[in-house]
């Protein structure tokens, strides 16, 4: 397809010479109209305005609100799913998982304590409970020989052995 | 906080009064093309001159405090939105008067010798033609699908860039363009008679 290009230049300048010519003619009326129109529109800007949040956070803010009946809700649903969950029987405090880790890795550190598990004597565990049952006022099920695994038992598990020898 | 001063001068003063004088000059600049703008497209003076004004007051009301070189864009944005208001106001106005048995007399339909009067009198052979030129431009400009004529008379009349253009009118630049072409195209075809 061809086109004039100097014919269409031509004809938007024609175009633009009409108009230019057609806003001189506006009339007394119109520019008095416009005149006061501009004077009133300085006033609007000059007059000392109330201080105010800046436009973009006002409208950040009122997007931001829009999201809050669905927030609500949300939190309301999630607590309650919390209130409503099914718990543990009372009466069985849950482990604190973090203690217990803690705890489990010092009993890994602590080589002495590997060695005492691993020998498989469990004499110290006998006495342990044994020394339970004296706090909780049942009879003791061991005797004298009992006292001297007691001694022997707090020297340490490596002396316990040498003790009952 | 106590507003900055240097000696006598109250410089928040100084600076909304220079500002006060730049929005002064811009409107000062624009108006009479905005007017002929608005005019254009609601084909009433009156309606023309409330549309420029409300624009005048917005743009001074909310964005007065924007960079100038904003300013333009803005205004004809806003000018544009206040055109597109009273269309339809006029169109829900007019359903509502086709109901009634009959149509009240209007001041506004008489014409005003004063509205009438030009700023300066050309030769009458020349007045004539271009009266003839702008009643037909007038008519085929009301021809023109919304959105061309705001491209044309944005481009042509007021003479903004397609970058500003696109701003004021809320498009992509590629959109100013093809309006523009397409706008042309048809005033080309309805006014070709009246340009060699």
Known sequence: MSRDLSGDADFERQLRDLLEESMQRVGGRARSRLNQARHAAIAEAQRPRPWRLPQRLVARAGRRLLWMPAAGAMAAAVLVALVLWPHAPQGYPAADASHTTVEDLDLLADREGMDLMESGDGQFYEWAMAQADDKSGQPAGAGATDQGKTRGGQNGGGDSDQNSG | ?196
């Open chain 2, 1 to 196: 906080m106590p507003a900055a001063s240097h000696g006598d001068v109250d410089l928040s003063e100084l600076s909304s009064n220079t500002r006060g004088r730049a929005l002064s000059q811009f409107l000062a600049a624009v108006e009479v093309r905005a007017f002929k703008i608005a005019q254009a497209a609601l084909r009433h003076e009156d309606d023309a001159l409330d549309a420029v004004q409300d624009a005048m007051l917005q743009l001074a009301r909310a964005y007065s405090d924007r960079p100038a070189e904003e300013w333009r864009p803005l205004f004809y944005r806003i000018l544009e939105n206040r055109i597109r208001d009273m269309q339809r106001r006029r169109t829900v106005r007019n359903r509502v008067m086709s109901w009634l048995p009959f149509r009240p007399h209007s001041e506004d339909d008489e014409p005003d010798p004063i509205a009438e009067a030009a700023s300066d009198d050309p030769p009458p052979v020349r007045r004539l033609e271009v009266d003839e030129a702008m009643v037909a431009l007038e008519k085929a400009l009301g021809t023109l699908p919304r959105r061309q004529r705001q491209a044309f008379l944005l481009r042509t009349l007021e003479g903004l860039d397609v970058a500003q253009t696109a701003k004021a009118m809320g498009c992509s630049e590629g959109s100013v363009k093809t309006h523009y072409f397409r706008a042309l195209q048809t005033l080309r075809a309805q006014l070709g008679e009246h340009y060699t």
